[in-house]
């Protein structure tokens, strides 16, 4: 993330659950596919790691559920906060977007897509007929990836929970498809950075349309059971999945998923998805605010530390980092939805602590 320099802040210590073991414990070797070691193993700074820890412990970060690290191929912690379980299932809210992205490369690998230059509306062609604005008949599927459709919407001046919110007033309808693909037009596709839920619902139809497969059966037989994720929960309505913020997933499985990113695709002896796909998936496409940039689905940040992290987060404290430079992957699961930024130190922060652990890494 962006290094910041001062915080102004108000803590409200949340603090963990009595019975929470806030001391550094090993990650446990369950054979699930993910390999294990210890800071000491992996030569890290455990006082650093500890004092985040008493600092997470603390309520400093909010309502953190757990916080996973994997540095060169090994998870090396595996912390559960607040009551939290292992094998729980966690909501990713926004962070499943990313999961459209992949799998998207995944169909273009198989040959079922083309490229990310085939028009949006050749999928649907009972809308593409009646479509009278030429911008529409103009969106790709990488304007879908990038955020830059050019779809009118705005789910970020209202609050999540205001029943006006553009993103609320789409929960409620029973189309989901017919919705997003009905908006109006406001810019030039491939143009302006506009988040827009909407997008992702189009690319999970484009996934269901090519593959005779709702994106959930398409990721369970493609990257989940390759994987080694058996469990997961995916939201739907009226058969359309919420591929914006519908999906739950145990929180070492998040880690796996990361780390395939990591190794641009590869698991084990496997290839989920081609290493073109991922360094193209990393590639900024437009910038949204200096330093961040929207790549598919995924951000990408300039740190002042002279590297860059690809990230993607979700509401009320989701978020997988993706750090090359340091071989690293990092995932936070939180509950943050009901407690004031004010009251609690960004997760921004939490990311630039972690990454001390490395020895010798530059200071903030």
């Given amino acids: 993330m962006k290094v910041l320099i001062v915080f102004t802040f108000t803590l409200f210590f949340i603090g963990c659950k009595m019975d929470d073991n806030c001391s550094y414990q090993k990650p446990i070797d369950l054979n699930d596919g993910l390999h294990v070691s210890s800071l000491e193993e992996h030569n890290l700074n455990k006082s650093v790691f500890e004092k985040i820890n008493q600092d997470i412990c603390r309520g400093k970060y909010g309502n953190i559920h757990s916080l996973l690290v994997i540095e060169n191929n090994e998870l090396v912690i595996e912390q559960y906060y607040n009551g939290w379980q292992r094998d729980r299932l966690h909501f990713l809210a926004s962070t499943t977007k990313s999961f459209n992205s992949i799998l998207i490369g995944i169909a273009i690998d198989q040959g079922k897509i083309n490229n990310v230059n085939q028009k949006m509306l050749s999928y649907f062609p009972e809308y593409e007929t009646l ?96 994987l080694g994720i058996i469990e997961y929960d995916w939201y739907s309505k009226n058969g359309v999945f919420d591929s914006g913020g519908g999906l739950k997933l145990i929180s070492r499985d998040i880690a796996k998923y990361g780390l395939l990113h990591l190794n641009l695709g590869k698991w084990s002896d496997s290839v989920i998805v081609s290493k073109e796909w991922i360094e193209e998936t990393s590639q900024p496409f437009i910038e949204i605010n200096h330093p961040f940039y929207s790549c598919y689905q995924w951000q990408m940040a300039k740190t002042d530390l002279g590297f860059n992290v690809w990230f993607i987060p979700g509401n009320g404290g989701q978020i997988i980092n993706i750090v090359p430079a340091l071989n690293m992957v990092v995932v936070i699961n939180a509950d943050n939805r009901n407690i004031p930024k004010e009251n609690r130190l960004p997760l921004e922060k939490l990311m630039q602590d972690i990454i001390k652990i490395k020895p010798k890494l530059i200071e903030l």
Wanted: proline fraction near 6%; aromatic fraction near 8%.
């Fill in 131 to 226: 479509e009278k604005d030429d911008r529409k008949h103009q969106i790709t599927i990488k304007d879908l990836l990038t955020m830059t459709s050019g779809l009118k919407w705005d789910e970020n001046s209202l609050p999540p929970n205001d029943p006006k919110n553009m993103g609320n007033q789409m929960e409620q309808t029973e189309d989901w498809l017919k919705s997003a693909l009905s908006l109006q037009m406001d810019t030039l596709p491939g143009t302006k950075y506009v988040y827009c839920g909407p997008n992702d619902v189009i690319l999970s139809e484009i996934i269901r349309k090519s593959t005779g497969q709702n994106i959930a059966e398409f990721a369970e037989t493609y990257l989940f059971k390759p």
